[in-house]
């Protein structure tokens, strides 16, 4: 992902104030690394997106976690609601002022993230810890290593690892016995499309189910606006589109596929193959990817019903 990543807003995560690109930063982001750097093990650090409380929320006690953003409340898929999360202080934005009121000992946020409001911390003495967007698997991975090394939780985050990539192997595992099909991760609220092609979690998502990004196939990098035209040139075997992450409405972008009548052309349309999958898990970057993962693979075998 790129601070770039508008498609957010047509995926309805313009509400991920915390979890999604804020306007581009300035300066080198130093990513992968602490500044200034830990004299002592945190105990009030600060998670400044979604992803970053679902990754403490696996590796750390509670109790070393000051604060997390509100968005987790309604756009995760972990329960953040109930104790002792539940209790703990909510912040609306990543922004200096309300974190440093917090006395934070680390702030863990990702590179697309406001650079300036990071600055304004280190120079407050903030560490800072900015973590790179995960564009594969292999990306959750060696965040987990990384931040398991730095809090003191290596043995954790070996352990979930471990979970991890077991589930990610049965996965590939069963992919490899369905056809290899193509799949646009596609976005229209009826004001334009947009799809997910190369270096996106979406395209991780895409991978670890054994599907062909047809974005990046058709050389889309990170998302892109696509006309109809697009669409139909790529004509892809099937749709995967997202829905609220309540999954109250339906999907608006299912609604639009089956509404447009040039679209009528493509099978998938006709056919109905749209893979819907809650908008939360197609930006999910942290180990929230295995969840999205399993989502799109019983949308598949909703799809493709395996012979009996």
């Given at each position: ?25 300035r ?100 560490p ?5 967007a ?5 990306s ?18 070996a ?15 069963r ?11 596609y ?22 189910t ?5 974005g ?9 606006q696509?006309?109809l ?5 790529i ?20 609604a ?27 930006s ?25």
């Amino acid at each position: 992902m790129h601070p770039t990543l508008v498609l957010a807003a047509l995926f309805a995560w313009t509400a991920l104030g915390a979890c999604r690109p804020e306007p581009a930063a300035r300066a080198p982001i130093q990513v992968g690394t602490i500044e200034p750097r830990l004299t002592s093990a945190p105990v009030r650090i600060v998670p400044a997106t979604s992803a970053a409380a679902e990754y403490l929320q696996a590796l750390v006690d509670p109790a070393r976690v000051a604060a997390i953003p509100e968005q987790v409340d309604d756009f995760s898929v972990r329960d953040f609601r109930s104790e002792p999360w539940g209790a703990k202080p909510r912040f609306a934005k990543y922004a200096a002022e309300p974190l440093l009121v917090l006395d934070p000992d680390l702030v863990i946020t990702f590179q697309w993230q406001n650079q300036d409001t990071s600055t304004v911390l280190r120079r407050a003495g903030v560490p800072v810890l900015v973590l790179r967007a995960g564009a594969d698997y292999e990306s959750v991975r060696a965040t987990l290593a990384l931040l398991g090394e730095l809090l003191g939780a290596a043995e954790t985050a070996a352990e979930i690892t471990a979970a991890l990539d077991a589930r990610a192997a049965a996965l590939r595992q069963r992919a490899a016995l369905r056809p290899r099909l193509r799949a646009l991760v596609y976005s229209n609220d009826g004001t334009g499309g947009w799809a997910a092609g190369a270096g996106t979690t979406a395209g991780a998502l895409l991978d670890l189910t054994g599907l062909v990004n047809a974005g990046a196939e058709d050389g889309i990098v990170e998302h892109q606006q696509i006309d109809l035209e697009r669409v139909l040139r790529i004509a892809p075997d099937l749709f995967v589109c997202g829905a609220p992450a309540r999954g109250e409405g339906g999907s608006a972008t299912r609604a639009v596929l089956l509404s447009a009548a040039p679209l009528l052309r493509l099978d998938a349309v006709r056919q109905e193959r749209i893979a819907v999958v809650p908008s939360v898990l197609l930006s999910a970057d942290s180990p929230v990817l295995l969840d999205a993962a399993e989502a799109l693979e019983r949308e598949l075998l909703r799809l493709y019903p395996e012979p009996k």
